[in-house]
Structures are given as C-alpha cells and as structure tokens.
C-alpha cells in the first residue's frame, strides 16, 4: 500500500529565516506530486505541483519554492519567510491520470 | 476568482438525520467532483467522488448528487453520526489540466449526539 509522509509536524520560524519542507511517497513510482496550503479560515489553496523529477509548476507567484530531487520526494522551500507564511501545508500525491488525491499529515508552520 | 464555492460555512445537525452539504461551481469545464473529510491538523481523507457522465453516486452513507444544469452538487450523509463531525470539502477538475484540484472553502459539520 501507498503511503505518503511530511515532516516536521510543526515548525515555528521567526520571519526572515529559511524553510525547507519534506514529504515522501511510498509504494508507488512516479506518481504527481502537490503541496497546498491551507491558510486560517480558508480552503486549500494549490501552491505548486510535479508531474516527474526536476518537473515543476507554480499557482502561485510568492515567497515560496518547490523541488523535486527524486521520484518520490518533493520539497517546498523559502529563502526569507514571511508572517503571510504561516499555514497548515499539506502535500498530495496521485497517480497519473487519477483524479483523487491522497494526503499527507501536514505541517503546521507558524511564522513570528 | 472564486470556481468552487461551499455557501455554509458551517452546518450542525442531530445524530441520526440526515447532513446536506452543498457546493456551487463556476468553471464549465469542470468534469469530475470531489468531497474530503478533514479533522483538525489532520490531511483531508478522500470520501466519494462524481463523474460528470453521472448524476448521483453512493457509497454506504454517503451520496453525492451532481446537477450539472445548475452547476451544483451535494454530499448527503444518513445517518449522520458523531464522528462525521469535520471539516467537508468540495473539490473540482478540469481533468486535462494535470488534473489539478479547486477546492472550496469547506464547511463544518457538526453532529450533536
């Protein structure tokens, strides 16, 4: 079976500082790869996704970076974040041409 | 923009009835729909889903009708239990565009014992 991780759970960074966030699939190969993000009262908003490694496409023009080194590692990056990075981010993985995506825990970032 | 739209933001209804959640969309091309189930700090769980060939699909408790006239779909959960209680969102796709997802705001349930 298909499983699917991020870390660190939670992070508290002060602003100006970097960001580097980690999620990993397993029991699947290529798969597409997505991170949300779901602001405070808000729905979950598409911030990047990756259709294959080095393949990345953004949403969102923003503070934010994505990479995908391997097949199954997709990572969201900041050089300098910002108090409007604060967010619950979550990554989703499916197969191609499979609409329903599959979650991961998520990451809770709070930005001071 | 707004392409997914969930109106209520939250819902509170008795255990045992029935839940109605409702979504509205905008994007024509839309072709195929989605509900997610979220707890607090969790990931959304996939629940049920909808092809825009079809007009209703069912899965133990829950449907999901789909008007496309009207550009609407709802989820109905019966009978609605303590532990529905969540954060439900309507989700979209254009299929062809990587099959990207819009979601909706989401709307909170709540089912009183």
């Known amino acids: 079976s298909q499983t699917i991780h991020q870390w660190p759970a939670t992070l508290v960074q002060p602003v100006g500082s970097p960001l580097s966030l980690e999620c990993t699939v397993e029991?699947?190969?290529?798969?597409?790869l997505y991170w949300y993000r779901q602001a405070a009262g808000r729905g979950l908003q598409l911030l990047f996704y990756?259709?294959?490694?080095?393949?990345i496409s953004s949403e969102v023009p923003q503070n934010l970076s994505a990479s995908r080194p391997q097949d199954r590692q997709f990572i969201l990056s900041s050089k300098k974040l910002l108090l409007s990075d604060s967010g619950f981010y979550l990554c989703?993985?499916?197969?191609?041409?499979?609409?329903?995506?599959?979650f991961g825990p998520g990451t809770r970032l709070t930005v001071t | 923009d707004q392409q997914v739209k969930q109106n209520s933001p939250s819902l509170s209804v008795q255990e045992g009835r029935i839940s109605i959640l409702n979504c509205d969309y905008t994007?024509?091309?839309?072709?195929?729909f989605l509900w997610y189930k979220k707890y607090p700090a969790e990931g959304p769980t996939f629940l049920i889903s909808?092809?825009?060939?079809?007009d209703k699909n069912e899965d133990g408790r829950f449907t999901v009708f789909l008007n496309k006239s009207a550009k609407h779909l709802s989820l109905h959960i019966v009978p609605s239990q303590p532990g529905d209680s969540a954060v439900y969102f309507c989700?979209?796709?254009?299929?062809?565009?990587?099959?990207?997802?819009?979601f909706g705001k989401g709307t909170l349930l709540t089912v009183n014992p």
């Open positions: 994007n024509s091309m839309f072709d195929y």
């Open positions: 990756s259709v294959g490694i080095g393949q």
């Open positions: 029991g699947t190969s290529n798969p597409n």
């Open positions: 909808i092809s825009s060939i079809k």
């Open positions: 989700a979209a796709s254009a299929g062809g565009s990587n099959y990207k997802l819009t």
């Open positions: 989703a993985w499916t197969r191609d041409l499979i609409y329903e995506q599959y």
